[in-house]
């Protein structure tokens, strides 16, 4: 079964600070899809960035953008100038190739508790 | 925008009662999700659905079964509750399809207490 690590439990940045958070993962597919989620204390989940195992490019969103390092199965999560809303739990998650709907699952890092220093 | 609605927020039962949380989504997703949330533990999968009347098991699925009658809703359901699966109860959809990258939009989520 694939894995997913988020071996830091807690992180803290200044603001306006860079803050990388990292995540590995296991599985012997070649084609499969990663997610960054971020959970703030209001608590509904919502999708930060996602990367495509196929593409080289690694991902950008705005502030967020990841380091995908496909041979060392890593994507970490580098949030630039952090604002206090940056403040949240950050999960990173594994989808395998699509062959079936039954691959639809998402697999979850246990997640990372960033705070944001003012 | 994706909505997904739990029904509700806080939920208190007592040990050994039949236990249901309902999940419906307005965007016509094909796959449904029910996860459980819990300190150091992330989020580990309970039931998926990825079309009407079919379900998956996730990793930890004992003492849980689901149901989805209609492509909207995706109802959990507790036959017997009990103390250790007091937890946050979260739901999710996706676009099924090939679309790989089709993130999960989640709702806000049950905080289940069984007593």
């Known amino acids: 079964a694939q894995t997913v690590t988020q071996s830091q439990p807690e992180m803290s940045v200044q603001e306006a600070e860079t803050v990388t958070l990292s995540c590995t993962y296991d599985?012997?597919?070649?084609?499969?899809?990663l997610f960054w989620y971020k959970q703030p204390p209001s608590r509904q989940m919502i999708l930060v960035i996602r990367?495509?195992?196929?593409?080289?490019q690694n991902a950008t969103e705005n502030r967020f953008s990841v380091n995908f390092q496909k041979a060392a199965k890593s994507f970490s999560l580098k949030i630039s100038d952090s604002q206090l809303g940056d403040a949240a739990m950050y999960f990173c998650?594994?989808?395998?190739?699509?062959?079936?709907?039954?691959?639809?699952?998402?697999?979850f890092g246990k997640g990372i508790t960033l705070s944001v220093r003012p | 925008d994706v909505k997904v609605t739990q029904s509700s927020r806080y939920l208190v039962k007592r040990t050994g009662e039949k236990v249901f949380l309902e999940c419906v989504q307005d965007?016509?997703?094909?796959?449904m999700f029910w996860y459980r949330q819990d300190p150091g533990l992330g989020l580990r999968l309970i039931y998926f659905?990825?079309?009407?009347?079919?379900?998956e098991k996730g990793d930890i699925p004992e003492g849980y079964s689901v149901s989805r009658e209609k492509k909207e809703r995706f109802s959990l359901i507790l036959e017997s509750a009990s103390t250790n699966q007091t937890s946050m109860y979260l739901c999710?959809?996706?676009?099924?399809?090939?679309?790989?990258?089709?993130?999960?939009?989640f709702g806000n989520g049950t905080r289940l207490t069984v007593t």
């Open positions: 999710a959809s996706s676009l099924g399809g090939q679309g790989g990258n089709s993130p999960l939009h």
């Open positions: 599985t012997s597919e070649s084609d499969y899809y």
């Open positions: 990367q495509e195992a196929y593409k080289q």
């Open positions: 998650a594994y989808r395998g190739p699509l062959y079936t709907g039954a691959n639809s699952k998402l697999t």
């Open positions: 965007m016509d997703h094909e796959n």
């Open positions: 659905s990825y079309d009407v009347k079919m379900k």
